[in-house]
């Protein structure tokens, strides 16, 4: 039985403000409410007051009077509306709304039509779901649909309260959020900006869908905002977002390859261990042929090394489980490999189409001009990108005219292995939308069945055992952008049995929010850069990913060998990404190689520092003092086990110009208990370091607490060191310039 929707008379009161005279109240005013939020609405089209019970907070801006609704015509279709005004994309705000019964009916300026809205009040929200439009009058034309490329039928001016995820379309502070959450995947929940306040808002696009869309309003306490939100997800059947949000595993690092078999798992699993990785993310050229992206849509050809097919990866998968690592699994969801079945010899009719032409002389086999009736401005010159579909065959051009008679020119027929074809006048074809990284795969149109044809091959692959995803180039879709970069993964992510724990996406859409619960994982960066990078983009992005309940990947990180033309990956590169990763509660991830693991001399340096910080996530050690502590931009720390086995976080500095400037040690000073530390490696070999200083004011470990007895040098007043691994000093004896010109003033030796 659905809830009442209340119309209640209310005594008039007016004020007064700097800006307008303005009704707050009036005997017309609709008023929809539930124990947690009461929202006022005016019989001349606006809102007027959302109330939080909770907390007695009053929402929305005052004195603004912003539609509730508005509708937007590419052009005036009543013919006096268009005599008037002039023929563009017009926006019309509602002016009007009354109650009947659990609906809303709204009317608009200027324009015949009405919507009409049903309200579903429940305890944890009130949902809005536009039903259908009415006309009021004779447009004077035949047209029982409003012609209309997009409408917003709910819009509240809110406060701007200190905290704005754009990504889950929500307003919050420490007492309270409001959010407009789409209810699936055909409802556009978006924002505009207003002066000290913002617009949060739900609609519809022509291209999607009309009617038939449901948004969801929750006004609460901002700490009981995601129980309110897990009630929808239920009550709606899409992924559980705050449920994976919830999971142990929410913030676990993963160990990423693309070169797992059943011939070397035994080895990525002991690399994976020894940094304390959970998670082993898979991608999908360990398994399946590949071809770099040539062949993805084949997803039925299993590399050699597994004869059996998915009964190998199953039993691969099991002995990854067996070992206290959850697997999960990487795919390019909406590309198709150039060399796939998809598109050679003939390519597929659901390949989508940027542009579409027309032939205006037949096309024989052997014609390497085009004519087109259309002017082809604007379509790409990149590269192995300029290709167009024609029939049975793919032709590519070098050049095309942009002035009468418009042509491509320099075509070379059937490439890709494509089946030569000719046309006659008037045959209509496309620009074929080849993807921009690397041209060897192009994109799904996605208002085909083709993205369901290729999610049934993946929920195959993954009922093998994996248990999370990562969906790469999910921005590969058609417009509009919004609806389809959510939709492309809800049409796999909806098949795959059971639902994965959590998943991470190159791209995400509002609705995308259930399903992509880890956010993004940025793209390598050389060791050089890596810690600047890293402040640049994962970590200011934290925050904001914060203000959506969500977290991200400090990820993916690369591991260099140290050469020539790089110091390679080394202990303080990654205990600065880690560090910041955890100030967000956030995790990293890593591209794994067991040979090149094996080849690097600090290998067990390096996956030491993404053992203890994973240790620090899942125990929770970190207290918000330290997470504050550690978001400071330019101040490094480093996690040490101390004498009683225990974690300790301390600051450090480190020690420029070591050896008169060679790069090849690598050197923190650090205090602790009011003596001064120096940590202190090689970045590549097994050699020693000569320090001006006396052996006796020096203790040397190889880990705090673990003393290692150290010699002199053949000069007085000089001590040798150890460097290869990481190692430990402690003095009581010296300041921290001497020590720091001790290690400047050091000489390397073999």
Known sequence: MKQIIYLTVIPVIFLISSCNKQT??????????????????????YSKSLLCKATGTECLVQGKNVALSTITEPRPYQNEV???????????????????GDKLIIGYELIPWESTVEINIKPDYIAFTLEEFN??????????????????????????????GDWL???????????????????NADSEEGEGYRILQAGVDE????????????????????????????????????ASRRHELYNASYYWTSNVTPLNVDEHIKYAKMGGFRLMNIYYPAFLESRGYRLIGNYDIFRSEYPNG????????????????????????????????????????????????????????????????????????AGNRRVLKIGTELISYRGYTTEPPYMFYGCKRGIDKTTINAQPVGYMFGLLDVSEFGATSVYIDQYSDLQDEVADYI????????????????????????????????RVFGKLKPEPIFAEGAAKTHFSWHMLTGGNAFDIFPPEKLKAETIKHPFREAPRMQDNFTRLNFGWLGYWLPGEKTIGTQPDQLEFVTSKAAAWDCPVSIHANPAVL???????????????????????????????????????????VNEKNEFELVPCEQIKDVANGRREVIAFTFKRNNDLYAVYWHISGDKKIQLPVKSSDLTLMRDIGIEIEISSGQLAGYTVLPAGNRHYIKTTVLTKDELVNAFGNAIIRD
């Not at 012609?147 to 200190?162: A, Q």
């Not at 239920?234 to 992924?239: A, G, K, R, S, V």
């Not at 697997?327 to 579409?356: A, E, K, Q, W």
């Open 24 to 45: 707050i109240n009036s005997s017309d005013d609709i008023i929809i409410e539930n124990d947690l939020m009461k929202l006022v609405l005016s019989a001349d089209g």
């Open 82 to 100: 268009k005599l008037a005004y002039p023929n563009k994309k017009t926006t019309f705000k509602s002016n009007r709304i009354r109650k009947e």
């Open 135 to 164: 006309l009021t009058e004779d447009y004077g034309i035949t047209m029982t649909e409003p012609p209309i490329s997009e409408m917003w039928f709910l819009r509240l001016p809110v406060k701007n309260l200190g905290h704005w």
């Open 169 to 187: 379309n929500v307003i919050w502070d420490e007492k309270v959020a409001v959010n407009i959450l789409a209810a699936g995947p055909y409802t």
């Open 207 to 242: 291209k999607v869908k009309m009617t038939g869309v449901t948004a969801v309003l929750i006004t609460c306490a901002k700490d009981q905002l995601l129980d309110k939100i897990a009630v929808v997800e239920n009550d709606y059947n899409i992924p559980g977002g705050v």
């Open 310 to 381: 998915k009964a190998d990866l199953r039993a691969m998968l099991k002995k990854i489980k067996d070992a206290g690592i959850t697997p999960g699994c990487h795919f390019l969801h909406s590309h198709i490999g150039r060399d796939s079945r998809y598109v050679t010899p003939v390519p597929d009719h659901r390949l989508n189409l940027l542009r579409i032409f027309t032939l205006k002389q037949q096309l024989s086999k052997t014609d390497t001009t085009i004519y087109v009736e259309q002017n082809p401005q604007n379509s790409t010159m």
């Open 459 to 490: 929920a195959d692959i993954w009922e093998a055992g994996f248990e999370f995803l990562y969906f790469d180039g999910s921005e590969g879709v058609n417009p509009p952008f919004w609806f389809h970069v959510a939709n492309a993964q809800w």
């Open 598 to 640: 094996a080849q690097h001399p600090r290998t067990a340096d390096n996956f030491e520092v993404f053992r203890r910080w994973e240790e620090v996530r899942a125990k929770k050690w970190l207290t918000e003092e330290q997470k504050l502590m550690l978001r400071d931009p330019d101040q490094e720390f480093t996690l040490l």
